[in-house]
């Protein structure tokens, strides 16, 4: 059974260049979190998404930033117009459920903005 | 908003020493779990826990959540140069399944 899965792996844009981040899932796993990571910092909440739904948006920032789940693929991180503050690893988790239980992780994918 | 603390935020052992790290939370949590994340890697899950005043073991790591449900440590003994790494807790809330506030880690470095 495969693990979350994220790609790419590392990712280097120009400042106003648009980013996209993917994200599948663990299999049999519906809910799908984003969190953000600046170095030397803890995981910062973004996103939780199911299927075609966002279920809790409140830790991302209002603008540039969108997520999608939707029924066939994987989930999408899209960031718009990179600023250099946009730098940071961001990590994809999944679980079977939302209600007290574990989220597996993915790898993350470390964006640079250049 | 709720917010959760994590202390230290650095920690240097000598191996074979025992060493703790705490957590608070500005609120009642639900549950709180704990994370362990390797220098370049993902955070991994390690356990967690939902009853106020429990206490589990996983080998030489001894986690405790705290009887008003607001605070939890992890103790760690005889420590091995495995156990290096970042340790984080997050802390989840019944009116907002799925949220995980993570505390901002205690990073772990061990010395032979």
């Known amino acids: 059974n495969a693990g979350v899965m994220q790609n790419p792996r590392h990712l280097v844009r120009r400042r106003g260049q648009e980013a996209r981040l993917r994200c599948s899932p663990m299999?049999?796993?519906?809910?799908v979190y984003w969190y953000r990571q600046l170095p030397e910092e803890g995981l910062k909440f973004m996103v939780y998404?199911?299927?075609?739904?966002?279920?809790?948006e409140s830790g991302m920032p209002k603008e540039r930033f969108s997520a999608e789940f939707p029924k066939e693929g994987p989930s999408i991180l899209r960031i718009q117009q990179v600023v250099r503050g946009d730098s940071a690893a961001y990590f994809c988790?999944?679980?079977?459920?939302?209600?007290?239980?574990?989220?597996?992780f993915g790898p993350g994918t470390r964006l640079t903005v250049l | 908003g709720q917010q959760v603390m994590q202390i230290p935020q650095y920690q240097h052992v000598q191996e074979g020493e025992d060493f703790t790290t705490y957590c608070n939370s500005s609120?009642?949590?639900?549950?709180i779990q704990w994370y362990k994340q390797r220098p370049g890697g993902h955070p991994v899950f390690l356990i967690q826990?939902?009853?106020?005043?429990e206490v589990k073991k996983q080998k030489r790591l001894t986690f405790q959540f705290g009887e008003a449900k607001k605070n939890s440590s992890l103790h760690i003994t005889a420590t091995q140069t495995t156990d290096v790494g970042t340790y984080f807790c997050?802390?989840?809330?019944?009116?907002?399944?799925?949220?995980?506030?993570f505390g901002a880690g205690t990073q772990v470095v061990v010395t032979p």
């Open positions: 988790a999944s679980s079977p459920t939302d209600m007290a239980y574990e989220q597996f």
């Open positions: 299999k049999g796993h519906s809910h």
């Open positions: 998404l199911q299927k075609e739904n966002i279920i809790d």
């Open positions: 609120t009642t949590l639900s549950n």
């Open positions: 826990l939902v009853k106020s005043g």
């Open positions: 997050a802390g989840q809330q019944s009116d907002s399944w799925g949220k995980l506030q």
